[in-house]
């Protein structure tokens, strides 16, 4: 794209488009989004014609990576055939997709699909709730959640969320929603090491549920591996633990697979790789890779066979979007899954994602900033502290700068941002399971480059 003709999108782009997470008065002040205009494999490209490795894929999702032909062909063609019905009758391509999925979550088959991850976990609290009515205990409202969890951005999702800085400004939201502890090793919240602690941490479930009173609780959701709120892999026997913790006291287990679900951690989804077995799964990024908007809510038998009753009963669940399971989403994610079972794409993001934690920690576990790498498949995070010691985060702008440093080297990163204040000091890693190693070797250095430049940069400062 010829330069007059960049400058002109930007300019509009400026005028007219209102970006996530970022403060304008930048863009006002001279700084310009990248325009991207095409990719492929783990690569982006500008509409200047600069090339990018987006260790992001794109937010967390694309996990086939960039210009995937088989999956343009199938939503094509789905256009052809039908382009839209809603699924209050059905369609091939919902039903292909609803028992595509069933056969990985044999326990939770019955799908409510939907567009986004807020949403899917919507549908999850608000099933729960009516499901808990519909057994003649109106009392069970109250969903658990962690601190730093992210579940997404709607009003409800949002009220799970245990990000102070994502929520604030918002408030009063849905009320019902109470957060406990994370099982946030590096820094225990009881100051407590593993494995002496016993798992205080999910044992804070139970502590909050015997306050509540179980009566009052519908359901806790959790993340498997804490994704944005800083990639908190949780120790062995974690998950096990807090399952047991809801099938003691009767709350159902929802969990957040948006992020983890197709490939990200190394296994299709966490659930079975954790063995664990929760009432209702959600997922959505890589779903479809993000090459169409389509999420899922995943029930059991149990869960499902609770709206069961009379035309006239209102037992039905009561929850309707325009365009859940489009039938171009679900072509579409057919065919994602297609290619990630096809190309191994859940192994490889097991090896690739081995060889990036263990590069990472070669290269920078000696630097005084680093306070911590950890991470599971391609899901992978720096903790960045200003003394190893006190591990005093490192502030919001040093992490800014590092984010440019990288993307000046041609490497688009991500990092914590609203989580808490000044409590954002991850970088954090989510590529295309599609990466190579020549990519694995690149994405190492820059980070590693870009590390130690802000740091000696703000040393010499100091
Ligand atoms: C774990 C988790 N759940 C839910 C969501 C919300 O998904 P969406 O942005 O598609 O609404 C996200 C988004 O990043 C997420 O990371």
Redesign the pocket.
């Known amino acids: 794209m010829a330069e007059d003709a960049l400058a002109m999108l930007q300019q509009k782009d400026l005028q007219h488009v209102w970006h996530p997470l970022t403060q304008h008065q930048a863009y006002r002040e001279g700084a310009r989004p990248l325009v991207i205009t095409g990719g492929q494999g783990a690569f982006v490209y500008t509409a200047d014609g600069q090339a990018f490795l987006d260790a992001a894929a794109g ?3 694309v996990n086939v990576g960039y210009g995937r032909q088989e999956l343009a062909d199938a939503g094509a063609k789905q256009l052809r055939e039908l382009a839209y019905y809603p699924l209050t009758h059905s369609h091939p391509r919902a039903i292909e997709l609803a028992e595509r999925l069933a056969s990985y979550l044999p326990r939770t088959p019955h799908i409510y699909f939907s ?7 919507e549908v999850a609290f608000k099933a729960v709730r009516q499901y808990w009515k519909q057994q003649g205990k109106p009392g069970k409202i109250k969903i658990l959640s962690r601190f730093r ?6 009003m409800g ?1 949002l009220a799970a969320t245990g990000q102070p800085g994502r929520r604030q400004g918002y408030e009063p939201l849905t009320p019902g929603f109470i957060q406990v502890a994370q099982p946030y090793c590096y820094r225990c919240p009881f100051h407590l090491e593993y494995p002496s602690c016993h798992m205080q941490c999910a044992d804070d479930f139970e502590r909050r549920i015997e306050i509540e009173g179980a009566d009052t609780v519908a359901a806790i959701i959790i ?1 498997p591996v ?3 709120g800083g990639v908190i892999v949780p120790p062995v026997g974690y998950l096990k633990r807090v399952e047991e913790i809801a099938r003691q006291y009767d709350v159902k287990l929802i969990i ?5 679900g197709f490939g990200r951690l190394g296994a299709m989804f966490a659930t079975s790789f954790f063995d664990i077995h929760p009432d209702i799964v ?1 997922m ?2 890589g779903l479809a890779s993000g090459y169409m ?1 389509i ?1 899922a809510t995943a029930f059991s038998d149990e869960l499902f066979e609770g709206f069961l009753g009379g035309p006239d009963s209102q037992r039905h669940l009561r929850h309707v979007n325009t365009f859940g399971g489009h039938p171009v989403a679900a072509a579409v994610a057919l065919a994602n899954i297609d290619v990630i079972e096809s190309e191994n794409l859940v192994e490889r993001s097991q090896t690739s994602g081995q060889k990036l934690l263990k590069g990472l920690q070669d290269a920078l576990m000696d630097q005084p900033n680093v306070g911590d790498i950890r991470g599971m498949g391609l899901l992978v995070g720096i903790e960045l502290v200003k003394d190893r010691l006190t591990k005093e985060p490192v502030p919001n702008a040093v992490m800014r700068s590092i984010a440019k440093a990288a993307l000046a080297q041609g490497v688009i990163i991500g990092k914590a941002s609203d989580v808490e204040h000044e409590r954002n000091n991850m970088l954090m890693f989510a590529p295309p399971l599609v990466m190579t190693d020549a990519d694995i070797s690149q994405l190492i250095n820059v980070v590693w480059g870009s590390v130690v430049e802000v740091m000696e940069r703000e040393v010499a400062k100091a």
């Open positions: 937010l967390w999702c567009n986004s991850g807020s949403e899917a976990n969890g992210y579940h997404g951005t709607t999702a993340e804490t994704a944005g957040d697979e948006v992020v983890t959600t959505a990024k908007p999420s």
